[in-house]
C-alpha cells in the first residue's frame, strides 16, 4: 500500500503546530467546516430516537433514499436513473473509488489515474492489484489523452477537480466514453465536488453525456454539498451492471448504511435545498478572498474547495509551513505534474482563512 497522503500531512502539520511559535494555519486539509442544514440533523435525532432502526439496515439501501437521489439526478443533472438498477448506496464515496477497481479490474490490469489527481486514487490500484497508467492533466484541466496508455481496464476522472479545480472542459467527458471504447476501458467520473461550482456555472454530470451509462459510473457525495462529510455516505450512479457488482461486493463486505443516517439522507435529498447555494456561494466569496490575495501567481479555482496555485521558483511549501507558519498541501503528493504547485483548502473558517492568506502573502513575497 502507499503512504496514505493525507495522514502523512496531517502527522507534518501536527508535528509543526506543537512547535514554539504562533498558531499555525492549516490550509492544506479539505474538511468542510460547515455541517448540514438543521432539518438534516433533525432527521437523523428523530429517527435514532426510534427502538426499531437499531438492527441491521437492508444491505443495499432502502429505495426511498435510491429515488431520491434519482430525482435530484432527474432534476439537477438532467440524468434519467433506474433507481431500483442504477443506483448503489455507499458508506461514503471514498469507498466506491476503491470498490470500482475491485469491482472492474483483475490483478494485474491497468487503472489510469488523472495527474494531478486525488492522491486516494493510489490506494485504490494498489488494492487490486494493478498497474498504474497515468492521463496528464494541465492546470486549466484538459488531459492529454494522446499521452494515455493506448490499452487499459479503467479511467478514473474527476470534475470539479481535486487538487486542480477545474470544471470539466468541452466534450471531456465525450473524449473519455470514446477513450474507453479504444482502450475497452471501463470509466469512473467522481463527482464529489459536482454541486460546488464559480462564475455562473452549472453542474455538469458525465452520465448528461451520451454513452456514458454504457462505458462507467459516477460517484456522487453527500459530504460537499450537504456539509455530511463524517456521516459516510454516497453514491455510485449509472451501469447497472457495475451497481450490481458494487452491491454484490458490499454484501460480503459492509452490513448496510445505518437507517437514521440514510433517512437523514433522504431529508437532505428531498428537503428544502438553500443549503446548497448557500454553500456554494460561501466557497466562491473566499475563493474570490484567495485569488486577491494570491495576484500575481498562476492560479486555478473553477470549482470545489480548493485553489491550485504555483510556487515561486524560491518559495517551497516547507518553508511557508515552518517560517510563515501557514499550511498547505504540496503538489508533488497528487502526482509527478503537480511539483511545483500547491493546493489551498477554502473549508476553512473565514478568520483563519483571512489569516492564512496574509501570510502566504507575506511567505510568497506578494
Not at 499521452?147 to 487499459?152: E, H, I, R, V
Not at 469512473?188 to 454513452?211: E, I, M
Not at 492560479?299 to 509551513?321: C, I, K, M, N
Request: with cysteine; glycine share 10%; aromatic share 10%.
Amino acid at each position: 500500500m502507499p503512504e496514505q497522503y493525507f495522514s502523512a500531512l496531517l502527522a507534518r502539520v501536527a508535528a509543526a503546530a506543537a512547535r514554539d511559535g504562533e498558531p499555525l494555519v492549516d490550509l492544506g486539509r479539505g474538511n468542510p467546516d460547515v455541517g448540514p442544514p438543521p432539518h438534516v440533523a433533525a432527521a437523523l435525532d428523530e429517527w435514532a430516537r426510534r427502538a426499531d432502526v437499531h438492527g441491521y439496515a437492508p444491505f443495499a439501501g432502502i429505495p426511498e433514499l435510491k429515488e431520491a437521489i434519482a430525482v435530484r439526478y432527474r432534476d439537477v443533472y438532467d440524468v434519467e436513473l433506474d433507481p431500483a438498477n442504477e443506483v448503489a448506496v455507499l458508506p461514503g464515496s471514498k469507498t466506491g473509488l476503491m470498490e470500482f477497481a475491485q469491482v472492474c479490474v483483475e490483478r494485474g490490469g491497468t487503472i489510469v489515474l488523472p495527474d494531478p489527481g486525488y492522491p486516494d486514487y493510489f490506494s485504490a490500484v494498489a488494492l487490486a492489484g494493478a498497474h498504474l497508467g497515468t492521463l496528464p492533466i494541465a492546470p486549466d484541466g484538459t488531459p492529454n489523452w494522446e499521452a494515455a496508455p493506448k490499452q487499459a481496464d479503467a479511467l478514473y476522472l474527476n470534475y470539479p477537480s481535486n487538487p486542480v479545480a477545474a470544471c470539466a472542459p468541452d466534450r471531456v467527458f465525450e473524449q473519455a466514453i470514446e477513450y474507453a471504447h479504444r482502450a475497452q476501458a471501463w470509466v469512473l467520473h467522481d463527482f464529489a465536488y459536482g454541486d460546488l461550482v464559480f462564475d455562473g456555472r452549472k453542474p455538469a454530470s458525465f452520465l448528461a453525456a451520451d454513452g456514458a451509462r454504457e462505458v462507467g459510473l459516477e460517484l456522487f457525495s453527500m459530504s460537499k454539498t450537504y456539509g455530511m462529510a463524517g456521516w459516510r455516505l454516497g453514491f455510485a450512479v449509472g451501469n447497472a451492471e457495475l451497481v450490481a457488482r458494487i452491491e454484490n461486493l458490499q454484501n460480503h463486505q459492509f452490513a448496510g448504511v445505518f437507517l437514521p443516517v440514510q433517512r437523514a439522507g433522504v431529508a437532505a435529498l428531498t428537503g428544502p435545498q438553500e443549503s446548497v447555494e448557500a454553500r456554494r456561494a460561501t466557497y466562491e466569496r473566499r475563493r474570490d478572498r484567495a485569488l486577491a490575495a494570491l495576484s500575481g501567481l498562476e492560479t486555478h479555482s473553477e470549482g470545489t474547495f480548493f485553489v491550485w496555485f504555483r510556487l515561486p521558483d524560491d518559495v517551497t511549501r516547507a518553508a511557508l509551513l515552518e517560517t510563515h507558519r501557514v499550511a498547505v498541501a504540496p503538489g508533488e503528493g497528487f502526482g509527478e505534474n503537480g511539483a511545483g504547485w500547491a493546493r489551498l483548502s477554502l473549508a476553512t473558517a473565514d478568520a483563519p482563512l483571512d489569516l492564512g492568506l496574509e501570510r502566504l502573502r507575506h511567505g510568497l513575497g506578494l
